[in-house]
């Protein structure tokens, strides 16, 4: 069993930044690949970012390639999505995944997301 609690989502203007974190317990977090999915109002949850276990992989939706930076530290059990150059269409909820068997599919476990505005 792992648990994963989100935070670092708020209001922000367009073109500005936020960093997410992604907490987890329960169960070894070193062992599990990870992801960061987002879903807006309206929309069906959608794949954001993607690390695996060994730190050696990372992707990412085109849509926030070169913007977000998604990163873990393994020794404090936490992953983060960095979030440069915001745009409204970030606007969603962020939701953190563990189990991922491969990029784009969620895994078994997730957190309860947090929210992320991004203001014109």
């Known amino acids: 069993q792992v648990q994963l609690v989100e935070s670092g989502g708020g209001l922000v203007q367009a073109g500005g930044s936020l960093r997410l974190s992604c907490a987890a317990s329960?169960?070894?977090?070193?062992?599990?690949?990870m992801a960061w999915f987002r879903q807006a109002p309206g929309k069906e949850r959608e794949f954001v970012a993607f690390?695996?276990?060994?730190?050696?992989?990372?992707n990412y939706a085109d849509s926030v390639k070169g913007r977000f930076t998604i990163s873990r530290d393994n020794a404090k059990n936490t992953v983060y999505l960095q979030m440069n150059s915001l745009k409204p269409e970030d606007t969603a909820v962020y939701y953190c995944?563990?189990?991922?068997?491969?990029?784009?599919?969620?895994?078994?476990?997730w957190g309860q997301g947090t929210q992320v505005t991004v203001s014109s």
């Open positions: 995944n563990a189990g991922s068997s491969r990029v784009g599919v969620g895994g078994y476990y």
């Open positions: 329960g169960r070894a977090f070193n062992n599990y690949n």
């Open positions: 690390i695996n276990w060994s730190i050696t992989s990372t």
